[in-house]
């Protein structure tokens, strides 16, 4: 497979001569109904007490399911933040988006909690679930279906399917930086090119085998795994003035909400420009904290301007923009820059 995701020519003419000769065993393996790839109505049947489970949908979607569950979205009804913000969950109208049903039972305010398996969080029915259907952006090629699917190409990739939740961050988004195209999926789900489907046992593997690599995002939603090179402007100026290092440094967000965003919680970014001497070792620190609730929020477009004064030994300033981590979650490093001291 090459670096845009096409299947070499090669690839193609032994998958295809494969399932010519695997083709007898497929079926029977289908119409056996083997563990893993038979008929599973439960995938998609719901009632005001059930859903379809997590676990379930992991085992045929493998990759996906392993990056759900070290996300955020995962830990989102046991995140301890949110257990001390909600009182131990005593504050129903939160769980709606802590752990939410299917966000396509109505089309407008926040999605209705669900009863069931709460510790799963924002789990995979939430976002795919739509009347009786599995609904998602790409076609999978595996020859059984296990469930009924919908593909919708433009459905996951709207910033309106992350703004049931995400209200206040769409709101910003919108309100300052109105014209800007880009989407939620872009920066915070990283692309990736592999199967829909992944096997499990040798039945299952028989069936997807024919599956070909196609165009998709990781449910991480971690940002930091995505280039984030065209998102912020980081300039540094320098200077020795008497005995000190004198520096001026300028930040820019091309982000269309602000930075740090979110409506509740810890939220809190960081500007940290580090003075290195000629060894390598700090020689001292100039801090700004950024938070949405004091006003100090990145805006889009609007320079931030940190100075500060460093020790005469500085022979090279490191400069961080950074989100501090909360949750079990590791900082995320936005952006990074350097210069020497003249």
Do not use: N
């Not at 001390?84 to 109208?93: L, V």
């Amino acid at each position: 497979m090459g670096a845009a995701g096409r299947v070499s020519p090669r690839r193609g003419w032994w998958s295809r001569a494969w399932w010519l000769l695997a083709a007898p065993a497929a079926v029977a393996a289908a119409l056996a109904s083997p563990p893993g790839c038979a008929l599973y109505p439960e995938l998609t049947r719901t009632s005001r007490a059930t859903t379809p489970a997590a676990r379930d949908c992991a085992a045929c979607h493998v990759e996906q399911a392993r990056e759900w569950r070290a996300s955020a979205h995962a830990r989102a009804f046991v995140a301890e933040a949110f257990v001390e913000a909600t009182d131990g969950h005593r504050f129903g109208e939160c769980i709606g988006c802590h752990a939410p049903g299917s966000l396509f039972e109505a089309t407008t305010g926040p999605p209705r909690p669900r009863l069931d398996r709460l510790a799963d969080g924002v789990d995979c029915q939430a976002c795919h679930l739509d009347r009786g259907a599995l609904v998602g952006p790409v076609h999978g090629g595996a020859l059984v279906r296990p469930h009924p699917v919908r593909v919708d190409h433009d459905l996951h990739g709207r910033p309106e399917l992350c703004g049931r939740c995400h209200e206040g961050t769409l709101a910003e988004a919108r309100a300052l930086a109105p014209g800007d195209a880009r989407t939620c999926q872009g920066c915070h789900m990283a692309p990736v090119t592999r199967t829909v489907t992944a096997a499990t046992d040798r039945a299952s593997a028989l069936l997807v085998a024919l599956e070909d690599p196609v165009p998709q995002r990781r449910h991480t939603f971690d940002v930091t795994a995505v280039d984030l090179t065209d998102a912020f402007d980081l300039r540094i100026a320098v200077a020795r003035a008497g005995d000190a290092v004198e520096a001026e440094v300028t930040v820019v967000s091309r982000v269309p909400h602000l930075v740090p965003t979110g409506d509740f919680g810890f939220r809190q970014g960081d500007v940290i420009v580090e003075g290195r001497d000629a060894a390598g070792a700090s020689t001292g620190r100039i801090a700004r904290a950024l938070h949405k609730e004091l006003g100090t929020a990145l805006r889009p477009g609007e320079p931030l301007v940190v100075r500060g004064s460093l020790p005469p030994a500085t022979t090279r300033v490191e400069v961080t923009l950074g989100r501090a981590g909360r949750d079990g979650e590791r900082p995320a490093l936005l952006a990074r820059a350097e210069a020497r001291v003249p």
